[in-house]
């Protein structure tokens, strides 16, 4: 079936807003605001709900009369229902996976068409964190003939390697010739033909991290003579094994670097653009991240395309809850009903991405502590099974969580009675998921040790070992036990601390049965305000009130700039041998920080604060080496050993540069890097690329620098700007903590840095600052 970009001139409209002619995908739920009295909360980063209306009127054309025609959404948050011509054609519940509504029955040919689509996000809170509202994915239209092969129905398995065979399965619903040609590099390497056929691909080039060799499967169906119908399907020759010495993706032993993920975008909310989602897995992998755990949804597949190319493994997540609710109106109320369909649509769309190694069966789900929630994790794992069996199942299980649970002492209510969020005094809704942040920042990493005992053990052994690859949530207290209590399981840290990512990172190397890391978080993300971050203005580091906005958690920030956090894990990783300075921000003197256990520490790669001299400054080094030496100015402040990759040196500010010189135990120097000053600072703006076309979605980097490109950190203005040949998407910073708005085109920069995001609408595209 052909696929036709169906996401232009739409109208919307809600109680308070009438839109006419906008392009699809954008997150509807920024355009009403935040709000102390927000009923989500900080979870939802005090965003407010809403109902949305779509319409969209199209003609049909005559010879569309004997074809198939399907809309396909990627993805609409939540609660939808699809209707054209007045007659409902079909809903969706989830707000994370794809669905198509056929029109063929009702769609008038030669006549002028209404599509309509009503999506109900009034009720809040319905998730843990911000989830935005509306159509945020995009939609095409789907067309094929009386014969056509159905939408997703080539199916491309590789079965080995030495030497590389390939099954391509065709699913059409007419009895045509069926002809295969696999394209690599535009050159037809192989061919073959008929619905399930098997083929040898001489001097094969495999898909992986490294080397992320892309090819195609071209279908064609021919009836007559004459082609009727073809799909062509982007694939990798790619085949994992797991076991308990290790990961193995082409027979190759492979760790995952991995970050965990949410699903917005920074400045423009949940809007999947395309291009946002391309650029996000093309700065993580720059990182030296090679793998993404998608939290706790399935991905757009505007990512999974980018990780095909990039080379970014993806462990994709179907749930965040299954059928007891972690808040008052979410999935919980159509798990049951809804489940099986959404795993089916998943698992459909993820099949021929080679990027995608593992599907999660959930995360921090509490019910398996329970022998019913164990079945219904089997049952999850066998019907995934049954659609790909050439993937593994895992899961990011709180082993505390589900021992909990397990004890009658769960954070969520019991599924068998109604489902409630906690009331407060003053009448302020709040979500079981609070309690558990605020657990966590009290408890600190010692929940990483909540399961090591025997008895937690024996709640959880049921459900870890139903899962080809145990995933452990907080849990790295295990990790030297279960080579002995559990010899045949195989294990990865399916979310853990930032900070602890050299402690970690050394028990994957050293236990085989243990694949890898996911920090939380690789990304910032809105909504679960404060979770992450430090703060400067009092509170306690969970739910921070509003104005807070952003998660803080990630090691970049929303607009994809990394901080020091980031250079720790490329030190740990071995991605760089030199040494990285972190510096916690000078310019808060004689102010206590609020810290969270999601972050070790709020330093940036800057030397550059304007009006600090004699601030009193702590200064972070990260580096692989015995040793290291610190100079400001030219002026040593000694030698001091590394431990678990890291030391500190506390002194004053004082302009100029900063460097560090790190050793081996030998006295050997090894490694060398300096941070310097600012001169005299501007507002600079920077395209991320050159040459954008009418269409695209360009990127504009805002910062205060000098002449030779240093970001000044400390002079922070409020910016206005306005868009000359394009659309402005949204412009904002990475502040976690303002009560500016994305869509207004007025904001502050932070730490010298902000970003403004512009559809293309001329060859002739500039952002002026006014």
């Given at each position: 079936m052909?696929?036709i970009?169906f996401n232009?001139d739409?109208n919307?409209?809600t109680?308070?807003?009438?839109?006419?002619?906008v392009t699809?995908p954008?997150?509807?739920?920024?355009?009403d605001?935040?709000s102390?009295?927000?009923?989500?909360?900080?979870?939802h980063?005090?965003?407010?709900g809403?109902?949305?209306?779509?319409?969209?009127?199209?003609l049909?054309?005559?010879?569309?009369?004997d074809n198939?025609v399907?809309?396909?959404?990627?993805g609409v948050?939540r609660?939808?229902e699809?209707?054209?011509?007045?007659?409902?054609?079909g809903?969706?519940?989830y707000?994370?996976?794809?669905?198509?509504?056929?029109?063929d029955?009702?769609?008038?040919?030669?006549?002028?068409?209404?599509l309509k689509?009503?999506v109900?996000?009034?009720?809040?809170?319905?998730?843990?964190?911000?989830t935005?509202?509306?159509?945020y994915?995009?939609?095409?239209?789907?067309i094929?003939?009386?014969d056509?092969?159905?939408f997703?129905g080539?199916?491309v398995?590789?079965?080995?390697?030495?030497?590389?065979?390939?099954?391509?399965e065709?699913d059409?619903n007419?009895d045509?010739?069926?002809?295969?040609?696999?394209?690599?590099d535009?050159k037809?390497?192989?061919?073959?033909n008929?619905?399930?056929?098997?083929?040898?691909?001489e001097n094969?080039?495999?898909?992986s991290?490294?080397?992320p060799?892309?090819?195609?499967?071209v279908?064609t169906?021919?009836?007559?003579?004459q082609?009727?119908d073809?799909?062509?399907?982007?694939f990798?020759?790619?085949?994992?094994?797991?076991?308990?010495q290790?990961?193995?993706?082409?027979?190759?032993n492979?760790?995952?670097?991995?970050?965990c993920?949410?699903?917005?975008?920074g400045?423009?909310?949940a809007?999947?653009?395309?291009?946002s989602?391309?650029?996000?897995?093309?700065?993580l992998k720059?990182?030296?991240?090679?793998?993404?755990r998608v939290?706790?949804?399935?991905?757009s597949?505007?990512m999974?395309?980018a990780?095909?190319?990039?080379?970014?493994y993806?462990?994709?997540?179907?749930?965040d809850?299954?059928?007891?609710?972690?808040?008052k109106?979410?999935y919980?109320m159509?798990?049951?009903?809804c489940w099986q369909?959404?795993?089916?649509?998943?698992?459909?769309?993820?099949?021929n991405?080679?990027?995608?190694i593992?599907?999660?069966?959930g995360?921090e789900?509490?019910?398996?502590g329970?022998?019913?929630g164990?079945?219904?994790?089997k049952?999850?794992?066998?019907?995934?099974?049954?659609?790909?069996?050439t993937?593994a199942?895992?899961?990011?299980?709180?082993?505390?969580i589900?021992?909990?649970?397990?004890?009658?002492?769960?954070l969520?209510?019991?599924?068998d009675?109604?489902?409630?969020?906690v009331?407060t005094?003053d009448?302020?809704t709040k979500?079981?998921s609070l309690f558990?942040?605020?657990m966590?920042?009290?408890?600190g990493p010692g929940m990483?040790?909540?399961?090591?005992?025997n008895k937690v053990d024996?709640?959880?052994?049921p459900?870890?070992?139903?899962?080809?690859i145990?995933?452990y949530?907080?849990?790295?207290g295990r990790?030297?036990?279960?080579?002995?209590?559990?010899?045949?399981?195989?294990?990865?840290g399916?979310?853990?601390?930032?900070y602890e990512?050299g402690?970690?990172?050394?028990?994957?190397?050293?236990?085989?049965y243990?694949?890898?890391?996911?920090?939380?978080?690789?990304?910032?993300?809105l909504?679960?305000a404060?979770?992450?971050?430090?703060?400067?203005?009092g509170?306690m580091?969970f739910?921070?009130?509003?104005?807070?906005?952003?998660?803080?958690?990630?090691?970049?920030?929303?607009?994809?700039?990394?901080?020091a956090?980031?250079?720790l894990?490329?030190?740990?990783?071995?991605v760089?041998?030199t040494?990285?300075?972190?510096?916690r921000?000078?310019?808060?003197p004689g102010?206590?920080?609020?810290?969270?256990?999601?972050?070790?520490t709020n330093?940036?790669e800057?030397?550059?604060?304007?009006?600090?001299?004699?601030?009193?400054?702590?200064?972070?080094?990260?580096a692989?080496?015995?040793e290291v030496?610190l100079?400001i100015n030219g002026?040593?402040?000694?030698k001091?050993k590394?431990k678990?990759?890291?030391?500190m040196?506390?002194t004053?500010?004082?302009?100029?540069?900063?460097?560090?010189?790190?050793?081996?135990?030998?006295?050997?120097?090894i490694?060398?890097?300096a941070?310097k000053?600012?001169?005299?600072?501007q507002?600079?703006v920077?395209?991320?690329?050159e040459n954008?076309?009418?269409?695209?979605?360009?990127?504009?980097?805002?910062s205060?620098?000098d002449?030779?490109?240093i970001?000044e950190?400390?002079?922070?203005r409020?910016?206005?700007v306005?868009?000359?040949g394009?659309?402005?998407?949204?412009?904002?910073?990475?502040?976690?903590?303002?009560?500016?708005?994305y869509?207004s085109?007025?904001?502050t920069?932070y730490?010298g840095?902000a970003q403004?995001?512009v559809?293309?609408t001329s060859d002739?595209v500039?952002?002026v600052?006014?």
């Amino acid at each position: 079936m052909k696929k036709i970009s169906f996401n232009d001139d739409w109208n919307f409209k809600t109680a308070e807003r009438q839109l006419n002619g906008v392009t699809l995908p954008f997150d509807a739920q920024l355009l009403d605001g935040r709000s102390a009295d927000s009923p989500g909360g900080g979870g939802h980063g005090y965003f407010l709900g809403n109902t949305y209306e779509y319409e969209k009127h199209f003609l049909a054309p005559l010879e569309w009369k004997d074809n198939h025609v399907q809309i396909l959404f990627e993805g609409v948050y939540r609660n939808c229902e699809v209707f054209l011509n007045g007659k409902k054609l079909g809903e969706h519940c989830y707000g994370y996976t794809q669905f198509t509504v056929d029109l063929d029955d009702v769609l008038e040919c030669g006549a002028e068409n209404t599509l309509k689509v009503n999506v109900d996000n009034s009720k809040l809170p319905n998730s843990r964190w911000y989830t935005g509202g509306g159509i945020y994915r995009p939609v095409s239209l789907l067309i094929g003939g009386k014969d056509h092969i159905a939408f997703q129905g080539v199916k491309v398995t590789t079965l080995e390697i030495n030497p590389a065979r390939i099954r391509v399965e065709v699913d059409a619903n007419c009895d045509c010739n069926i002809n295969v040609d696999i394209l690599k590099d535009g050159k037809v390497v192989a061919k073959t033909n008929g619905h399930d056929s098997e083929i040898v691909i001489e001097n094969a080039k495999f898909w992986s991290d490294e080397t992320p060799e892309l090819y195609e499967a071209v279908v064609t169906l021919e009836k007559d003579g004459q082609i009727v119908d073809e799909a062509v399907e982007k694939f990798g020759i790619r085949k994992i094994t797991w076991s308990n010495q290790g990961l193995f993706v082409n027979g190759v032993n492979t760790l995952l670097r991995g970050g965990c993920v949410h699903h917005d975008n920074g400045i423009i909310g949940a809007a999947s653009l395309p291009e946002s989602e391309w650029r996000r897995v093309r700065i993580l992998k720059e990182q030296g991240f090679n793998a993404i755990r998608v939290s706790h949804n399935p991905a757009s597949t505007a990512m999974l395309e980018a990780c095909d190319y990039y080379g970014m493994y993806v462990m994709d997540e179907a749930f965040d809850m299954w059928y007891v609710r972690k808040t008052k109106y979410d999935y919980g109320m159509d798990f049951k009903e809804c489940w099986q369909s959404d795993v089916q649509a998943m698992v459909e769309r993820d099949y021929n991405h080679p990027a995608v190694i593992m599907y999660s069966i959930g995360n921090e789900v509490s019910e398996p502590g329970k022998p019913e929630g164990v079945d219904q994790g089997k049952e999850i794992i066998s019907f995934i099974k049954g659609m790909d069996d050439t993937r593994a199942v895992t899961g990011g299980m709180n082993l505390m969580i589900m021992s909990n649970y397990a004890k009658g002492k769960g954070l969520y209510d019991n599924p068998d009675k109604e489902q409630t969020a906690v009331q407060t005094d003053d009448g302020k809704t709040k979500n079981a998921s609070l309690f558990f942040n605020m657990m966590a920042s009290f408890v600190g990493p010692g929940m990483n040790k909540a399961g090591n005992s025997n008895k937690v053990d024996a709640v959880t052994t049921p459900i870890l070992d139903a899962l080809d690859i145990a995933g452990y949530n907080y849990a790295n207290g295990r990790y030297p036990m279960e080579g002995q209590k559990h010899p045949d399981r195989v294990v990865v840290g399916s979310e853990t601390f930032p900070y602890e990512i050299g402690k970690n990172w050394d028990m994957v190397r050293k236990y085989p049965y243990l694949i890898g890391d996911f920090m939380w978080t690789a990304w910032d993300y809105l909504g679960e305000a404060g979770l992450g971050a430090w703060s400067y203005t009092g509170g306690m580091p969970f739910n921070r009130p509003y104005p807070w906005i952003l998660g803080g958690a990630g090691v970049i920030d929303i607009l994809g700039n990394p901080d020091a956090s980031a250079g720790l894990a490329k030190v740990v990783w071995h991605v760089i041998d030199t040494p990285v300075i972190g510096v916690r921000p000078v310019n808060h003197p004689g102010v206590r920080v609020s810290k969270s256990v999601w972050r070790g520490t709020n330093a940036i790669e800057s030397w550059s604060w304007k009006g600090c001299e004699g601030n009193k400054v702590e200064v972070e080094i990260f580096a692989d080496a015995a040793e290291v030496e610190l100079f400001i100015n030219g002026k040593s402040l000694g030698k001091k050993k590394i431990k678990n990759y890291q030391t500190m040196y506390k002194t004053k500010y004082q302009p100029g540069i900063i460097e560090a010189v790190s050793y081996d135990k030998y006295g050997n120097a090894i490694g060398k890097s300096a941070l310097k000053s600012a001169g005299d600072a501007q507002v600079v703006v920077f395209p991320e690329k050159e040459n954008y076309r009418i269409g695209d979605i360009a990127y504009f980097d805002i910062s205060i620098r000098d002449k030779d490109g240093i970001v000044e950190s400390n002079s922070d203005r409020t910016l206005n700007v306005a868009v000359q040949g394009g659309e402005l998407l949204g412009f904002g910073s990475a502040n976690p903590c303002t009560k500016e708005d994305y869509l207004s085109g007025t904001f502050t920069t932070y730490y010298g840095r902000a970003q403004a995001i512009v559809r293309v609408t001329s060859d002739d595209v500039k952002l002026v600052i006014k």
